[in-house]
């Protein structure tokens, strides 16, 4: 070694979980009222609905993509009933990814009767957001 000298390591301590705090465990991509499409069932799920249809493509490796999912969930809880809210992992359903040119992610788009009619790349605020998509939303 260089001749430093080395620094004494501090003790673990366990009484922080032993005092009924949990371990921090790291936050999967969660899914409230959004619903998760595959392949197979893109078509249903978005392009045969009668109401408008927020997409939302990401991937789990993803960091904006993990911090605009939890404000797709907020709007499809609060705009149920009046748009759909599907999500699709671009890893699994290269299929769908290619269809529609995704090559940043996170990309959000609108569809309205099958059709694509709004399109908006990368993580955003949920102001943000509902203001791009306020005139297809009702």
Not at 13 to 23: A, F, H, K, L
Not at 54 to 72: H, L, Q, Y
Request: glycine share 8%; aromatic share 8%; hydrophobic share 40%.
């Amino acid at each position: 070694r260089s001749g430093r000298a080395a620094l004494p390591r501090k003790p673990l301590n366990y009484s922080y979980y032993s005092q009924g705090n949990p371990p921090r465990v790291r936050k999967e991509h969660s899914v409230s009222s959004a619903q998760q499409a595959t392949d197979a069932t893109f078509d249903e799920l978005v392009l045969k609905n009668d109401k408008p249809v927020i997409v939302d493509f990401w991937a789990e490796w993803c960091g904006p993509c993990r911090m605009v999912g939890p404000v797709i969930d907020e709007i499809a809880g609060e705009y149920a009933g009046q748009v759909d809210v599907v999500k699709v992992d671009v890893e699994a359903n290269g299929d769908i990814a290619m269809k529609y040119g995704i090559t940043s992610i996170p990309a959000i788009y609108l569809f309205k009767g099958g059709e694509v009619v709004k399109k908006t790349v990368g993580a955003k605020a949920k102001s943000a957001l509902l203001a791009e998509f306020s005139e297809h939303l009702g």
